[in-house]
């Protein structure tokens, strides 16, 4: 998302990977992301082969820069010129694009992590990681009764708080559209269709909350957002990739719900981007 609000699209290049699980290894237990196969037909529609080094797994590419990686997650940032990995923590992807890149960027003046808004932000992604973000996890792969309730109230206290704030001001750090929404949308996005079923957070949709569901409207309608949202790869990858939950792999149909319609957000004062329009 910061990729496509810092116009950075043309200088660094985006290899999109299958997005459900295979083995990694024969003989192993391990199962990752998988490339397309070099000259091979994608399993799901949009994803790639990987141009840079061929590899047929992420895990390739980590053990290409490091023999003895053990984890091997997405995104991963890969330094073309220097054939190494500089950083797979999307946090710090995220503000590495905000600032770093602001000479090749077409968007410079977006700024997602402003200084005078710092210490919000900062405040909210302190309870809205762990009781939303890692709260739909700790809901899904619980398993024991009492910890899935605990992170279920937590989720859905979080929830709530969110959708007060939200009847007050436009964004969730302030006035100003910044990183906090970043990360607080990518989980609102995928919770009617993927959490509420798979990881059983389902006391309430997101469309049940009016601020939350025309807040999600609002960012999924700026500019370039929709094209980072593929809700078949997203489907796809948690109804097939974890079998302790869903062993048969079946995706449930959903609603499809559409995010394209007005919202009616610009009912409360605020910057929809960061330092004026793109």
């Not at 490339?35 to 141009?51: L, Q």
């Not at 700024?111 to 309870?127: F, G, K, S, T």
């Not at 370039?224 to 062993?247: C, E, L, Q, W």
Request: hydrophobic share 40%.
């Amino acid at each position: 998302m910061t990729l496509k609000l810092k116009g950075l699209e043309d200088a660094i290049s985006v290899t999109v990977v299958e997005p459900v699980w295979r083995r990694t290894r024969e003989g192993e237990d391990h199962f990752g992301w998988p490339f397309v196969p070099p000259g091979g037909t994608a399993e799901v529609e949009g994803a790639e082969s990987d141009p840079l080094n061929k590899a047929l797994f992420v895990r390739d590419v980590y053990e290409k820069a490091d023999p003895y990686a053990a984890k091997f997650s997405v995104p991963v940032l890969w330094d073309k010129e220097t054939g190494t990995i500089v950083n797979n923590e999307s946090s710090e992807i995220m503000r590495m694009f905000n600032s770093e890149f602001n000479a090749i960027a077409k968007h410079p003046q977006v700024d997602i992590y402003p200084a005078h808004l710092r210490a919000a932000i900062d405040e909210v992604n302190e309870w809205v990681y762990p009781s939303i973000n890692n709260g739909v996890y700790r809901c899904g792969f619980a398993t024991k009764q009492a910890p899935y309730e605990e992170a279920f109230k937590e989720l859905f206290s979080a929830l709530g708080r969110c959708e007060d704030i939200l009847s007050r001001q436009r964004f969730i750090a302030g006035d100003t559209f910044t990183e906090a929404d970043i990360r607080l949308f990518v989980t609102l996005i995928r919770f009617d269709e993927v959490y509420v079923v798979h990881f059983k957070c389902n006391r309430n949709f997101i469309r049940d909350f009016p601020n939350l569901f025309n807040y999600t409207k609002e960012i999924y309608q700026l500019p370039g957002i929709a094209s980072t949202v593929n809700m078949a790869h997203i489907k796809s990858h948690y109804f097939r990739s974890h079998p302790s939950i869903n062993p048969f792999g079946i995706i449930p149909g959903g609603q499809g719900t559409d995010y394209t319609v007005p919202h009616d957000r610009s009912r409360l004062p605020g910057v929809a981007l960061p330092c004026g329009k793109m």
